[in-house]
């Protein structure tokens, strides 16, 4: 098992930066693809950014592209989400999840551990 973390969230203005900490414990982190999802008020969950074990391929959704960018440091056991150019739009509590699957997963099916989540808030 592992057990997830977040951290770094927070208030920002429209067009700041911010950088989201997933801290993992348990089991070497190393063996589990890793992915943030959020989810903004009244609408439904969905992936961020995902990444595999290795930290060497990685899939974002299309309105984050360019803007976001995640990376692991297996050593550090942390995966991390580098937020720039934020808007509005990215306010939503954001999650941390990590699975067991090999290749870079974007469905939330295949996420067996998540963290609490953390709040982003970007304000206009």
């Known amino acids: 098992q592992v057990q997830l973390i977040e951290s770094g969230g927070g208030l920002v203005q429209a067009g700041g930066s911010l950088r989201l900490s997933c801290a993992a414990s348990g089991r070497s982190f190393r063996d589990y693809g890793a992915a943030w999802f959020r989810q903004a008020p009244g609408k439904e969950r969905e992936v961020v950014a995902a990444i595999n074990r290795s930290g060497t391929s990685t899939s974002y959704t299309e309105s984050v592209k360019d803007r976001f960018t995640v990376s692991r440091d297996n050593v550090k056991n942390t995966v991390y989400l580098q937020m720039n150019i934020l808007k509005p739009e990215d306010t939503a509590l954001y999650y941390c999840?990590?699975?067991?699957?090999?290749?870079?997963?974007?469905?939330?099916?295949?996420?067996?551990?998540w963290g609490r989540g953390i709040r982003v808030t970007v304000s206009s």
């Open positions: 999840a990590a699975t067991t699957v090999t290749y870079v997963s974007i469905s939330s099916a295949d996420y067996n551990y």
